[in-house]
């Protein structure tokens, strides 16, 4: 094993630094969010999708295009992404990536930007709706 460079930090570290900066939202928190207004972004690659389902509704942006889809500044972005107050909840397969999404998201000004605890595995879990 190597000795790693001064300064870096491992992703456990950089996810839980993350993670600091949001107020994850579980199954049921998320539901009720979509319900309410919130858009439900999935980042999960087509693979992914088609192996473990979907949830009906959701936005579906994968992860290498997500801060252009919804940078209010970015001529890319979506046409309801025009709002710094849109409330965004990333999901992803077991709620890891989200988490580093949502905070990249935050970085963009979105600052309501959240995940799913979970990702898409405890939202099948709880029983709510999937295709």
């Known amino acids: 094993m190597t000795t790693a460079p001064p300064g870096s930090r491992g992703i456990s570290e950089i996810l839980a630094d993350a993670r600091t900066r949001l107020r ?3 199954p049921e928190e998320t539901h009720a969010a979509v319900r309410d207004g919130a858009v439900l972004v999935d980042i999960r690659p087509a693979a992914q999708r088609a192996e473990f389902g979907e949830i009906p509704g959701a936005v579906v942006i994968e992860r290498n295009v997500l801060e ?3 940078d209010p500044r970015s001529d890319a972005r979506l046409p309801f992404a025009g709002d710094y107050g849109l409330e965004v909840i990333v999901t992803c397969q077991e709620g890891y990536t989200s988490s580093l999404a949502a905070v990249a998201l935050q970085d963009l000004g979105l600052h309501r930007a959240t995940d799913l605890t ?6 099948k879990a709880a029983g709510l709706p999937t295709t």
Do not use: D
Request: no cysteine; charged share 15%.
């Open 68 to 70: 252009w889809r919804l």
């Open 24 to 26: 994850r939202l579980g």
């Open 118 to 123: 979970g990702g898409f595995a405890a939202w």
